[in-house]
């Protein structure tokens, strides 16, 4: 498990890798398994051993994003999660596609979204960052950028990079004949409009690196989690 803090000292981003092994099977239902050797380990990250529960949504490159409730019957269709509740921790899923982390420290507010092209097009970033500065009244989100295909191995080429042209410019597409899609870049330029400050991005390349899964690399079935917690007081 990778773990990245945010300024404050209590806000944590953590996001799994290979060695932790698919982490979308230790889901019961949207909820991480009590049992799992990855519920023990958050546990450790937040200083809680009980108590908490690790949210997942039914991710379906939307720009839905839904407020974490231990009322969900199933799992609600959407591609983010925010938490009011420290012991409410939102998770995503994703073997490529990009998770963000985002915390809101005087709301003590936690996100996590899963951004693919199709995601970052129909807002969800934005739907975030709107419901959490609309939940904490100020606007003091810091972000983590956690693993996710580099923009040399994502070749992007048909007629929906003219949708990702339109959204966020023909300077996200890089390499010869600009045939590869940046999607870090997209992201920023996100930040930048909304005043989101990232605090770290994890570099190593879900499918070049092989630290963790790649959708692209072979890897159909397995998927790692990025979450955000707060560690208790
Ligand atoms: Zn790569």
Same mark, same amino acid.
């Given at each position: 498990?990778?773990?990245?803090?945010?300024?404050?000292?209590?806000?944590?981003?953590?996001?799994?890798?290979?060695?932790?092994?698919?982490?979308?099977?230790?889901?019961?239902?949207?909820?991480? +398994?009590?049992?799992?050797?990855?519920? /023990?380990? $958050? &546990?450790?990250? #937040?200083?809680? =051993?009980?108590?908490?529960? @690790?949210?997942?949504?039914?991710?379906?490159?939307?720009?839905?994003?839904?407020?974490?409730?231990?009322?969900?019957?199933?799992?609600?269709?959407?591609?983010?999660?925010?938490?009011?509740?420290?012991?409410?921790?939102?998770?995503?899923?994703?073997?490529?596609?990009?998770?963000?982390?985002?915390?809101?420290?005087?709301?003590?507010?936690?996100?996590?979204?899963?951004?693919?092209?199709?995601?970052?097009?129909?807002?969800?970033?934005?739907?975030?960052?709107?419901?959490?500065?609309?939940? +904490?009244?100020?606007?003091?989100?810091? /972000?983590? $950028? &956690?693993?996710? #295909?580099?923009? =040399?191995?994502?070749?992007? @080429?048909?007629?929906?990079?003219?949708?990702?042209?339109?959204?966020?410019?023909?300077?996200?597409?890089?390499?010869?004949?600009?045939?590869?899609?940046?999607?870090?870049?997209?992201?920023?330029?996100?930040?930048?409009?909304?005043?989101?400050?990232?605090?770290?991005?994890?570099?190593?390349?879900?499918?070049?690196?092989?630290?963790?899964?790649?959708?692209?690399?072979?890897?159909?079935?397995?998927?790692?989690?990025?979450?955000?917690?707060?560690?208790?007081?």
């Amino acid at each position: 498990m990778d773990l990245a803090n945010f300024s404050d000292g209590r806000g944590i981003c953590f996001y799994s890798d290979r060695q932790d092994g698919d982490a979308g099977s230790d889901y019961v239902g949207y909820e991480l +398994s009590r049992y799992s050797s990855l519920y /023990a380990c $958050i &546990g450790d990250l #937040i200083g809680r =051993s009980s108590g908490f529960e @690790v949210l997942k949504a039914s991710q379906c490159h939307s720009s839905t994003v839904v407020e974490a409730s231990m009322l969900w019957r199933d799992p609600p269709k959407a591609d983010g999660i925010y938490s009011t509740e420290a012991t409410l921790i939102p998770t995503v899923m994703v073997a490529d596609c990009v998770p963000i982390g985002l915390y809101s420290k005087s709301g003590g507010i936690t996100a996590a979204i899963h951004a693919g092209w199709r995601g970052l097009t129909a807002g969800v970033v934005e739907n975030a960052v709107d419901l959490i500065e609309r939940e +904490s009244g100020v606007n003091d989100i810091e /972000a983590v $950028i &956690g693993p996710h #295909i580099c923009s =040399s191995c994502y070749e992007f @080429v048909g007629p929906e990079s003219l949708e990702v042209v339109r959204a966020f410019g023909e300077d996200c597409f890089v390499g010869e004949g600009c045939n590869y899609l940046d999607l870090s870049a997209c992201i920023e330029k996100i930040f930048d409009t909304k005043g989101v400050t990232k605090i770290f991005e994890e570099k190593d390349c879900t499918l070049c690196s092989g630290r963790f899964f790649s959708y692209r690399g072979g890897d159909t079935t397995q998927r790692i989690i990025l979450g955000v917690g707060v560690v208790g007081e």
